[in-house]
């Protein structure tokens, strides 16, 4: 199965880790997501996957997505060819989130967070000045189209790549469905949240 995965090679590391794994919780049943709640030795990977959850809702990805339309609109493109740039968006994030696997094992997830982290904030920066004066020159609104495709593909080698193998990779099996049924939970009240103070914010 795992050559069927991964394709030829030795693999006997991989192997090693997942049969140790399996002989250190033998027997153990799934837990409950009020067990992993409740577990102190799971208490810092439960408190590591609410801030990363936490800081993908709050930099602003959903916000970029909502006025991008706007923002290309403003830039010039015909609002019958918008629709391509959008296709151009999402592309670029899948594009960044394919490399994200590649860099992932040699950069580290905390790199590619801090860094991608970092990127996004100065893109949303700069992104702020560019809105507020691209009424001043012909070329702004084209800077702030630049600077969402930056920022996508920002989010899309850092926190979106990176968050979704954490969950395997910081949690041992039993604990894997409770961590599951955790973050998405998480992720979804955040949204909420959000979505119902965003318009009193604007």
């Given at each position: 199965?795992?050559?069927?995965?991964?394709?030829?090679?030795?693999?006997?590391?991989?192997?090693?880790?997942?049969m140790?794994e399996?002989?250190?919780?033998?027997g153990?049943k799934?837990?409950?997501?009020?067990?992993?709640?409740?577990d102190?030795a799971?208490?810092?990977?439960?408190?590591?996957?609410?801030?990363?959850?936490?800081?993908?809702?709050?930099i602003?990805a959903?916000?970029?997505?909502?006025?991008?339309y706007?923002?290309f609109?403003?830039?010039?493109?015909?609002?019958?060819?918008?629709?391509y740039v959008?296709?151009g968006?999402?592309?670029t994030e899948?594009?960044?989130?394919?490399?994200c696997?590649?860099?992932?094992?040699?950069?580290?997830?905390?790199?590619?967070?801090?860094?991608n982290?970092?990127?996004?904030?100065?893109?949303?920066?700069?992104?702020t000045?560019?809105?507020?004066?691209?009424?001043?020159?012909?070329?702004?609104?084209?800077?702030s189209?630049?600077?969402?495709?930056?920022?996508?593909?920002s989010?899309?080698?850092?926190?979106?790549?990176v968050?979704?193998?954490?969950l395997?990779?910081?949690?041992?099996?039993?604990y894997?469905?409770?961590?599951?049924?955790?973050?998405?939970?998480?992720?979804?009240?955040?949204?909420?949240?959000?979505?119902?103070?965003?318009?009193f914010i604007?």
């Amino acid at each position: 199965a795992v050559k069927q995965l991964w394709g030829d090679g030795d693999h006997m590391a991989e192997i090693d880790d997942m049969m140790s794994e399996q002989k250190a919780i033998r027997g153990e049943k799934a837990k409950s997501v009020w067990d992993l709640l409740r577990d102190r030795a799971v208490r810092w990977q439960l408190i590591t996957l609410f801030l990363v959850v936490s800081c993908m809702q709050l930099i602003g990805a959903n916000v970029v997505y909502s006025y991008a339309y706007n923002v290309f609109t403003k830039a010039g493109i015909p609002p019958a060819q918008t629709h391509y740039v959008s296709l151009g968006v999402g592309t670029t994030e899948i594009l960044s989130t394919v490399l994200c696997g590649f860099l992932i094992e040699r950069a580290g997830r905390k790199t590619l967070l801090w860094k991608n982290y970092t990127v996004m904030a100065l893109a949303l920066g700069l992104l702020t000045v560019t809105l507020s004066l691209q009424d001043s020159f012909y070329w702004v609104p084209y800077c702030s189209v630049a600077l969402i495709f930056i920022f996508i593909m920002s989010f899309g080698i850092g926190p979106a790549g990176v968050l979704c193998p954490l969950l395997t990779e910081i949690f041992i099996q039993s604990y894997r469905p409770a961590a599951y049924v955790f973050n998405g939970v998480t992720n979804w009240i955040q949204l909420f949240i959000l979505g119902l103070l965003f318009p009193f914010i604007v």
